[in-house]
Structures are given as structure tokens and as C-alpha cells.
């Protein structure tokens, strides 16, 4: 299948300050890029959703200045954490979509946010 | 919501059968997934059903039943190494977003020897 990778797989950060994950669909271009942010034993919820060249569309509750995302070319999208704080500590993962009719959606083995 | 539901945990032993059940509501259904997911890890497909009936492959089947809002996962000759938390998703065409997936909670699944 298809690979998507993401970096950093973990990364600890001081409060206040930014983080910048990324995220690449390796073999295939990816139109459409989405980004998840799941809590220990909790379900993933779905943060936002990306496209190719345009701006992304936030879930509701989601605060679009604080989790800034680019998606500039078709192989990467970046999740930027502004001003963390230690509420925002979580296991975030990408997932990337071709725009075949399938809409099968490969995902990034995802990236562990610790804010002290 | 999708109102995805699904037990929080199960057991089971080496080599026995089990089966994870997913029910969900959904205006826009367009196809139901089942994803592994262990622990600090991605979640890894499994199965894909968009029609009603059994989809097996190998180990694992699923099923579906579009008219109930209802599907399971069936796990034949556990192993060890198929402790993880399995999560049902569905895809709902409705909105802006196609394809766009919501999950369940995940049903954390121990198998003991």
C-alpha cells in the first residue's frame, strides 16, 4: 500500500513555544491530507482537513490560529502547534488521500506531543 | 454525530474466536472500515465494507449490514500479537468533505494465553 511517514515521530517542548510536524505521502501525490489528534484511550477526532493549494477546513472547536496547517505542494502538509501548553500534549496523526474514487486513507505512523 | 458505538474492551485466549461488534448512524453512510491500531502506533487497515454481507480475508472478516447501522469484526485463531485496540470508522459523503471518516472509540481487545 501506500506509505505516508511524518516527523518527528516524538518531540518535547517547553510551554509557549511552536512546533512544526510534518507530514509526506512518499509514493503516491495526496489531494487531500487530514489531521488527527488522539488522547490515551480515546478515539481519533478529526482536526482539520486539508486540500492541495487551498486553506484547510477546521472541525468545530478547533482553533485555526492556534494549529496552523499548509499544505503546499502534493506530497506534504505541516501541522504547526502555536504557543503550546500542556493541554495540547497528544499523539496527532496525518492521514493522506489520493483523489481516486476509493478514497482509501493511508496514515502516518503519527507524532507524540509531550508540552512541559 | 455518527453515534459510533462500540464495546471499550474484550478478552479472549490463543486460538479462540472473537467478534467486535460496531454500530453506528450516519445520513451520508458510505462505507464502514475497520482499523488495528496498537498502542503508540498508527492505526493499520484491515477491511472495507461499503455493500451488505461477509468480507473475509485470511484471519479476519467483517460484515455489514447497511439497513441495521451494524457491523463486526471476526477474529479467527487470535494470537498474541493481535492485542490492539480495533476501531470502527465510517465514511460519510455528506458535507464538503468526501470520504471524510469518523471513528468509534476503539475496542481495546486482550488475548492471554
Known amino acids: 500500500g501506500a506509505v505516508v511517514s511524518q516527523h518527528p515521530s516524538w518531540v518535547i517542548c517547553k510551554s509557549g513555544t511552536s512546533v512544526k510536524i510534518e507530514c509526506r505521502s512518499l509514493d503516491f501525490q495526496a489531494t487531500t491530507m487530514f489531521w488527527y489528534r488522539q488522547f490515551p484511550k480515546q478515539s481519533l477526532m478529526l482536526m482539520a482537513t486539508?486540500?492541495?493549494?487551498?486553506?484547510?477546513?477546521?472541525e468545530q472547536g478547533v482553533e485555526k490560529d492556534k494549529f496552523l496547517i499548509n499544505h503546499a505542494s502534493l506530497t506534504l502538509s505541516t501541522l504547526t502547534v502555536t504557543s503550546a501548553h500542556p493541554e495540547d500534549s497528544s499523539f496527532y496523526i496525518c492521514?493522506?488521500?489520493?483523489?481516486?474514487?476509493?478514497?482509501?486513507?493511508?496514515f502516518g505512523p503519527g507524532t507524540r506531543l509531550t508540552v512541559t | 454525530g455518527q453515534n459510533i458505538d462500540q464495546p471499550t474492551e474484550m478478552t479472549a485466549t490463543e486460538g479462540a474466536i472473537v467478534q467486535i461488534n460496531c454500530t453506528y448512524q450516519?445520513?451520508?453512510?458510505?462505507?464502514l472500515f475497520w482499523y488495528q491500531q496498537h498502542a503508540g502506533e498508527a492505526p493499520t487497515f484491515l477491511s472495507y465494507?461499503?455493500?451488505?454481507g461477509l468480507e473475509e480475508k485470511g484471519r479476519f472478516s467483517s460484515f455489514l449490514s447497511r439497513s441495521k447501522g451494524y457491523s463486526y469484526l471476526l477474529l479467527k485463531e487470535l494470537q498474541m500479537k493481535d492485542s490492539a485496540s480495533y476501531l470502527c470508522a465510517v465514511r460519510d459523503d455528506r458535507g464538503s468533505t468526501l470520504g471524510r471518516l469518523y471513528f468509534g472509540r476503539g475496542t481495546q481487545l486482550t488475548v492471554w494465553p
Open positions: 492521514s493522506a488521500r489520493t483523489s481516486d474514487p476509493s478514497y482509501e486513507q493511508y
Open positions: 486539508s486540500n492541495e493549494g487551498s486553506k484547510a477546513t477546521y
Open positions: 450516519t445520513s451520508g453512510f458510505n462505507g
Open positions: 465494507n461499503v455493500l451488505d
